[in-house]
Every structure is written in C-alpha cells, then in structure tokens.
C-alpha cells in the first residue's frame, strides 16, 4: 500500500495496492501495522456507511469530547472529501485539505482525531464506507460551516447550492467554533 502525506502531513492518502484480472479484484483496506510503523496509535470501534445523491454535502463535523479518527473510502461513485484542522495547538490550525475518493481511485483518507470533516458527491450517487477511532455521541456533535469565507473551501460544486442537512445549514463559522486545545 502506498501512503502518501498530505500538504497537512497529519492527513494522509491511502493507495491500496490492487490485484485484478478478467474476474474482478482483491485489495486489502486497512492492517493496523500501517498505522503503528508511523506511531500513530488507531483502534477502531465503529464502521459507518452512508448512501448520497449527487450534490450532497455533509460536514462538516467533529465531536470535541470523543474526537473521531476516520478512515475514509468510497464503495462507489466519487467524492470530494475534506478535512479542517481544528487543533489550535497545530501549525496547520485552521487549513484544510481535500481529496477526491473514489470506488475508481480506491484511494483512502485518514483524518486525525480533532479534525472536522465533511465531504461533496460529485457522482449520481456515492457510496461512503469509514472505520471510526471512538464511538459517535450526537450529545458532542458540532458543525463547521462548509461554505465560511474564512476557511475558503474549493469546494467543486456541480449545479448550483448543495443539498445540505438543516444542521449542517446550521454550523458555525470558524471563528465562532468549539476548537480543541
């Protein structure tokens, strides 16, 4: 597997090395010593799926309390995937990185715990599958406004507005948003 840092080294891209023939594929997704040979210390406890329409955004989300590591790829159709570092502590505060996933590519991201994350479907539909570090708590759920001007996010927008949820229309700007220390 080929792993790649990020312009926020934290983040990285997962590149999974990928067997085919006339019958399909076999390719290995996730093996803890990948995550421990670079100390970082990931024990996943939930798996997530979810299922959008082209246009969606959702994100961009954290918890401050239970922080979530995430091991993002796609089943199929494609996204624009984006993490926001959101550590004050970080030379990276504030910047965000973002990545196109694919069930093409097959490539991964991994988005430290104390990062928001969110990502856009540019496909018809996509299909998102991610192992998380701690379990979610909507009691500590927060939203970062994907649209702030302080962030200025490229998003790649197809057709107009996205279709975003009433708590994602609902974050908070950056500048106004729970940080981690």
Known sequence: MKITPTVIPDVLVFEPTVHGDERGY?????????FTERGIE????????????????????YQLNNPQGKLVRIGSGR????AV???????TFGQWVGVELSGENKKQLWVPPGFAHGFYVMSQSA??????TDY??????????WNDAALNIDWPL????????????????FAQAATYA
């Open 26 to 34: 076999f390719m290995e997704t996730f093996r803890a010593s990948f």
């Open 42 to 61: 990931a024990s996943f406890v939930q798996d997530n799926q979810s299922l959008s329409s082209q246009g969606t955004l959702r994100g961009l989300h």
């Open 79 to 82: 996204v624009f995937d984006v």
């Open 85 to 91: 570092d959101m550590r004050r502590s970080s030379p």
């Open 127 to 132: 299909e998102l599958i991610y192992k998380c």
């Open 136 to 145: 979610f708590d909507a009691s500590d759920d927060h939203s970062l406004l």
């Open 158 to 173: 197809v057709g107009g507005e996205p279709l975003l949820s009433d708590k994602d229309k609902a974050g908070k700007p």
